[in-house]
């Protein structure tokens, strides 16, 4: 896969240098499950570097420096080449000042933001990191798509598998509304408004509006507005609003990211980390269980599962996208 | 309001100046709204004293200083006072560092988190803070309380009122469901599960399991155990398994807690903060509304609204509760 990728890259004008590091992390994304931003997203990709969306030729550079914080710009560069070189300095920055924090502006799609937690926590450190996106969601109390989804994601390094969550301020994505939509499914928990103004569980209902449902109702439309406030704040990027703002308003460019990185190791050292960690997620698994044949997972529990499966069997692809991707 | 707390808590012991800047804390939170954390919950705080849970005579002292990051050890002491002290030094941090990072640990409940979310505001700071909890909420997938609501707070300083979200990871308090079962209400939406395991608005009902509902299902669960993990981890503090294991096990206190500080008009500067801020909250107000005669808030708004109001008019209190405050 990652071959197949790499070429493609190529082709369109990376580097070979960079072309190999983004075609890594695809592979990497799609390989712990996350088809939707690894293998599924690659086509889509390639259609924003046809659009001029995405800049092969650019490098993310940093605009200033101040203590513990640095501000870069992304140049329009690819956003998960972007989105890795700043996480890799704030881990620079955390291992000089213990916590390190980078504002990107300027910059394009993360794909899995869950790559620069797992990558933080490889380092040792705590991952703190979000980025803003296109308006898509109404804010609490209105009707029209004015705030961000927003991703965060929160990771602890520990032994035999990190600890990371990877959320959107959205309870369920597009991508997955219309897939229950495709397959005739019902929405698991209910996820957005339908024509009436009523909440529902119904995806086609859903597609009508487009009223999506933050989590926890006000309480994830507030926050999306914090993440968007604080990312547009320190990158001096763009807002969700000014993204909406742009040219080709469908497409999602020139975004705003934090990424956060804290010397775990250094501060708590191998052993506390080790116990603290592992006595909550122990807890945590001797649940009383909702359902006596469901395992209760810790954040980043399944990642690893589906990682070790696909690395044994192989990364499931969509026939119709692989065969796409083998034509670019 | 402040000077019946201040005469309460000097009674119990504390000094005159620690006294003075508690009861304006407690008082301030009336003032905003928040009784649950501020006038209502005074009661409790004094129960807590008189059982050693505080200590009136302990101050919050540095353990260790890595850069940009500290660690501190609360002693026991009161939560509201040790937060303020720990977030004062968040700011001072920033101030060299541009961020600064305070973890706590052993300290008590800080009444209200948005509190240090304002605070860090007024000294032009960005400020993302939480605290862990008593385990009061079940993991998603587990139907016995083990992880804490872990109210997590971010804020924005702004001219003319900050912006300000202060969000427990459950979708409603043990108060809430309280009081809307007292007042025979439904919940506004779904906030637990009834004894049949089903999702409901029922406030009779989910007193009944307490198998409260984490914001956004399993998103809220997956935030609520890694903001624990970091503050237990930062702090070198109890986890909220560890809480849950305290003598006294219905009491919460020993907590661990994080506060962070990013010096937003260093890093912005006035013009571009107050320029990027406001058309975001502009344009969330202009959303097309779900209820015509219903305003679009932004995050931190009624909090303002409510405190004006109550300047001019008085802080209302529950004569019960302030009866009881009097004779104490």
Same mark, same amino acid.
């Given at each position: 896969?990652?071959?197949? =990728?790499?070429?493609?890259?190529? !082709?369109?004008? =990376?580097?070979?240098?960079?072309?190999?590091?983004?075609?890594?992390? =695809?592979?990497?994304t799609?390989?712990?499950?996350?088809?939707?931003?690894?293998?599924?997203r690659?086509?889509?990709?390639?259609?924003?570097?046809?659009?001029?969306?995405?800049? /092969?030729?650019?490098?993310?550079?940093?605009?200033?420096?101040?203590?513990?914080?640095?501000?870069?710009?992304?140049?329009?560069?690819?956003? $998960?080449?972007?989105?890795?070189?700043?996480?890799?300095?704030?881990?620079?920055? @955390?291992?000089? $000042?213990?916590?390190?924090?980078?504002?990107? !502006?300027?910059?394009?799609?993360?794909?899995?933001?869950? &790559?620069?937690?797992?990558?933080? @926590?490889?380092?040792?450190?705590? #991952?703190?990191?979000?980025?803003?996106?296109?308006?898509?969601?109404?804010?609490?109390?209105g009707?029209?798509?004015?705030?961000? +989804? $927003?991703?965060l994601?929160?990771?602890?390094?520990r032994? #035999?598998?990190?600890?990371?969550?990877?959320?959107?301020?959205?309870?369920?994505?597009y #991508?997955?509304?219309?897939?229950?939509?495709?397959?005739?499914?019902?929405?698991?928990?209910v996820?957005?408004?339908?024509?009436e103004g009523?909440?529902t569980?119904?995806? @086609?209902?859903?597609?009508?509006?487009?009223?999506?449902?933050?989590?926890?109702?006000?309480? #994830?439309?507030?926050? &999306?507005?914090?993440?968007?406030?604080?990312a547009?704040?320190?990158?001096?990027? +763009?807002?969700?609003?000014?993204?909406?703002?742009?040219?080709?308003?469908?497409?999602?460019?020139?975004?705003?990211?934090?990424?956060?990185?804290?010397?775990?190791?250094?501060?708590?050292?191998?052993? =506390?980390?080790?116990?603290?960690?592992?006595?909550?997620?122990?807890d945590?698994?001797? &649940?009383?269980?909702?359902?006596?044949?469901?395992?209760?997972?810790?954040?980043?529990?399944?990642?690893? $599962?589906?990682?070790?499966? +696909?690395?044994?069997k192989?990364?499931? /692809?969509?026939?119709?996208i692989?065969?796409?991707?083998?034509?670019?």
């Open positions: 896969m990652k071959s197949e =990728f790499k070429r493609v890259l190529v !082709k369109k004008g =990376f580097s070979e240098k960079m072309a190999d590091e983004a075609a890594q992390l =695809f592979t990497e799609s390989c712990d499950g996350v088809y939707s931003h690894g293998v599924n690659f086509p889509r990709v390639i259609e924003y570097i046809d659009k001029g969306y995405i800049d /092969v030729k650019a490098v993310p550079t940093k605009i200033e420096g101040m203590g513990a914080f640095e501000r870069w710009d992304g140049n329009l560069g690819l956003g $998960n080449l972007n989105a890795k070189v700043c996480m890799d300095r704030a881990i620079e920055l @955390a291992k000089e $000042n213990t916590i390190g924090c980078v504002a990107i !502006k300027n910059t394009n799609h993360w794909m899995r933001g869950g &790559s620069y937690g797992w990558q933080a @926590a490889d380092a040792g450190c705590i #991952g703190i990191c979000w980025t803003n996106t296109h308006p898509n969601m109404p804010a609490w109390g009707k029209d798509r004015r705030i961000g +989804n $927003n991703p994601i929160l990771s602890v390094p032994e #035999g598998g990190h600890v990371v969550v990877d959320l959107a301020m959205a309870q369920f994505s #991508g997955k509304i219309e897939s229950c939509k495709l397959n005739n499914e019902s929405l698991p928990v996820g957005g408004y339908d024509s009523n909440i569980r119904d995806p @086609a209902e859903i597609e009508k509006t487009w009223r999506v449902l933050p989590i926890g109702y006000w309480k #994830g439309s507030g926050l &999306s507005i914090l993440l968007d406030l604080i547009t704040v320190l990158s001096g990027g +763009n807002s969700v609003y000014k993204v909406g703002q742009l040219e080709g308003q469908d497409a999602e460019y020139q975004l705003s990211q934090v990424l956060i990185a804290i010397d775990a190791k250094k501060i708590a050292g191998d052993d =506390f980390l080790g116990k603290a960690v592992n006595e909550v997620l122990s945590i698994k001797d &649940s009383e269980k909702v359902d006596e044949n469901k395992e209760i997972c810790y954040p980043g529990e399944r990642t690893l $599962n589906t990682r070790k499966e +696909n690395l044994e192989g990364i499931p /692809v969509n026939e119709a692989w065969d796409k991707i083998k034509s670019l």
